[in-house]
């Protein structure tokens, strides 16, 4: 089930485990990358909390813990090297999984067609 957010993350749910990270839009609006902070795995989250960091040429943005839940990977090649999400943001760019504390929770975010709505 893939899910999205006001805060232009993506999430892919796998039963409790969503792996998540930030949509093209977004890499549009930082431009390029150049440094990426992840959470460490273990840490947990509550929806809305700051679980990562990006630095692009333009800004720095949070990433926020789209639900609540327990970080249970991390994706460390984005740290290597953030260019990867400008490339891919939606497949080998994801930034951590992290296994939800209410899966159900999920249904209140945005599909595909919504989120395409809200940033068109």
Do not use: R
């Amino acid at each position: 089930m893939l899910k999205f957010t006001e805060e232009h993350e993506w999430l892919q749910i796998d039963g409790d485990i969503a792996t998540v990270g930030i949509t093209e839009h977004a890499t549009t609006q930082l431009g390029d990358l150049v440094f990426v902070e992840l959470p460490a795995v273990g840490a947990s989250f509550a929806k809305g909390d700051d679980a990562a960091v990006v630095e692009s040429v333009k800004a720095a943005s949070e990433i926020y813990a789209p639900l609540d839940g327990e970080i249970t990977e991390v994706n460390q090649a984005i740290a290597d090297d953030p260019s990867i999400v400008n490339n891919d943001p939606q497949e080998a760019g994801w930034f951590f999984k992290m296994k939800l504390t209410d899966p159900s929770a999920a249904e209140a975010l945005m599909d595909e067609a919504a989120y395409k709505a809200m940033v068109g």
